[in-house]
């Protein structure tokens, strides 16, 4: 993980695992290509603490009702994963929440391209998830991928998934 020497910001998102009949999912979600942070990339709902939250679970329940319209009363978070440095700046407390169907959601078209979901069976095999390298500003960097249909899951989001995988296989 990388540490930026400027003051980090922080921010939380959701881990959503939807519970579906035929298996459990990832909800994730495509970023516009306008925005400033992280354009067009695969994310979690969530975002920068606000002055009014309390606690990165607030953060986190009030950025995926704002992002993608998912009210909190379907979802019961079940735990935290490890805070998560960017390099572009960020530090992200991942909360891991539980999402019971049916419900609706209403994508913030400023702010959502896309929702999709992805097996959790998927994420959790260990083919899928790939380890590449690239040079940036001199320096090669290493990076966790998992390429999914026509989806390049990578950054901050991948390297969650990772983790996510790591709590879940020794929880057995």
Do not use: C
Request: net charge negative; proline share 7%.
């Amino acid at each position: 993980m990388y540490e930026p020497a400027e003051k980090l910001t922080q921010a939380a998102v959701l881990i959503p695992i939807v519970e579906r009949s035929e298996g459990l999912t990832v909800l994730l979600t495509k970023r516009t290509a306008h925005l400033h942070d992280h354009a067009g990339q695969i994310s979690f709902p969530g975002g920068r603490v606000d002055p009014g939250d309390n606690g990165p679970e607030s953060t986190a329940l009030r950025e995926t009702e704002e992002e993608i319209g998912l009210a909190r009363e379907h979802i019961r978070l079940v735990g935290q994963l490890d805070t998560y440095v960017t390099r572009t700046g960020f530090e992200i407390s991942p909360l891991v929440g539980l999402v019971r169907p049916p419900f609706d959601l209403k994508p913030d078209d400023f702010e959502v391209a896309e929702v999709f979901e992805v097996p959790l069976g998927f994420i959790l095999d260990p083919a899928s998830q790939q380890r590449q390298s690239r040079m940036f500003q001199g320096a090669l960097r290493h990076f966790y991928v998992f390429p999914y249909d026509n989806y390049y899951i990578w950054g901050a989001t991948a390297g969650m998934l990772v983790n996510l995988t790591e709590v879940l296989r020794h929880a057995d």
